[in-house]
């Protein structure tokens, strides 16, 4: 079983990672991981945090000589921003006070998460549900993505629109830099961060040479589209997941919808790929292909009405430090995820406690 902890907060020392269940002997490379993080850290929109941070991971346990060890991996991303924070952020008491945070964030988790857990400084809840929690997702999923990678497993991404205007991504993008936007998003962007306003979009992603099987239809927890759905949906700003045709399939006739299977070079395939490479909860041996719809980023520039949480009376929503548009580090982030999920399913088929038994219980 292959399982993933995090922690941290987003102006805290840092984030940590734990990975428990990847086999020994796979090759893993710090270099890989930090290209993930810097991947992750860029895109049109952006807000000022990203010049602070450089994310770059310290390996604290589970490899070895560049090679797991079968034990817990632990990566910790640091926040260079801290220091500004020490005080504000401190783990024991300080002596002067720290005014509260009482302002509620329309779109965050500000109002449910201090109800929930009877907070009176919203800080409490908007350090942890920040989306730099993501870096230590990407960390893992950076891991787990050299994992599949043995296995010829390779997941790419694209940004289809932003704000409803098509981005231009064209074919997925198959290298490590930022997804580059066509000009009419770039404007876009630049408008609504004038305006104080933000944007989201839809980022597709897609995994090839996923083998037949991974998944289940024997339970519902076990089949792998409500497994990568879950996960994905649980990404910050994202609020709806499709596979292969989707929604569009809920129009079309049966006989548009279903892939009709064809022998090819002696192998059963599919002529088409509607169902994104995914059916009765299984991997079907085509690509699976995914689309994301992120929400807007709900920090403004011009903040939007609220309630005092203190003082119950009206007010204008508490701003915090944020970018205009994330969807393309929202992209990066889906394939870290999309990996974690990937790995998990590959290694319930075909594990063993090292590489050389995986590749052996595959052939």
Same mark, same amino acid.
């Given at each position: 079983m292959l399982r993933l902890l995090t922690s941290g907060e987003s102006h805290g020392p840092g984030l940590t990672a734990i990975?428990?269940?990847?086999?020994?002997?796979?090759?893993?490379?710090?270099?890989?991981?930090?290209?993930?993080?810097?991947?992750?850290?860029?895109?049109?929109?952006?807000?000022?945090?990203?010049?602070?941070?450089?994310?770059e991971v310290k390996i604290l346990s589970g490899i070895r000589h560049g090679l797991s060890l079968g034990s817990p991996i632990t990566l910790l991303v640091a926040n260079k921003d801290y220091a500004?924070?020490?005080?504000?952020m401190s783990p024991d008491p300080v002596q002067r006070?720290?005014? !509260? #945070?009482?302002k509620l964030r329309p779109g965050h988790?500000?109002?449910v998460g201090v109800v929930k857990y009877g907070f009176a400084d919203l800080r409490n809840v908007l350090e942890r549900s920040s989306a730099r929690m993501t870096a230590a997702q990407v960390a893992a999923g950076a891991v787990c993505k050299q994992f599949l990678a043995n296995f010829k497993i390779k997941i790419i991404s694209r940004v289809v629109s932003i704000g409803g205007v098509a981005a231009g991504g064209g074919e997925?993008?198959?290298t490590a830099g930022a997804e580059q936007l066509n000009e009419t998003a770039r404007q876009k962007i630049a408008a609504a961060r004038a305006a104080g306003d933000s944007l989201g979009g839809v980022v597709e992603?897609?995994?090839?040479?996923? !083998? #037949?099987?991974?998944g289940s239809y024997a339970q519902p927890d076990r089949k792998l589209d409500g497994r990568l759905a879950g996960a994905l949906l649980s990404l910050q700003a994202v609020k709806g997941v499709e596979f292969g045709l989707g929604f569009a399939a809920a129009e079309l006739p049966g006989s548009r919808v279903q892939d009709e299977l064809i022998l090819r070079k002696g192998s059963i395939k599919h002529r088409t790929n509607n169902a994104g490479?995914?059916?009765?909860?299984?991997?079907?041996?085509?690509?699976?292909?995914?689309?994301?719809?992120?929400?807007?980023?709900?920090?403004?520039?011009?903040?939007?009405?609220?309630?005092?949480?203190?003082?119950?009376?009206?007010?204008r929503a508490f701003v915090e430090r944020a970018d205009t548009c994330a969807v393309e580090a929202g992209a990066v982030v889906a394939e870290n995820i999309m990996a974690f999920v990937l790995a998990a399913a590959f290694l319930e088929k075909f594990g063993g406690d090292s590489l050389a038994e995986i590749n052996r219980n595959l052939r």
């Open positions: 990975l428990d269940g990847l086999p020994a002997g796979v090759p893993l490379a710090k270099k890989y991981i930090d290209a993930e993080l810097a991947r992750r850290q860029q895109g049109y929109g952006r807000g000022g945090r990203q010049k602070i941070e450089k994310d500004n924070w020490a005080e504000i006070k720290i005014e !509260p #945070v009482t988790a500000d109002y997925r993008s198959r992603l897609c995994a090839s040479g996923v !083998p #037949v099987g991974l490479g995914l059916e009765g909860g299984m991997s079907n041996g085509e690509d699976i292909i995914v689309r994301l719809a992120f929400k807007p980023i709900p920090t403004l520039g011009r903040p939007l009405a609220t309630v005092d949480w203190r003082s119950k009376k009206p007010a």
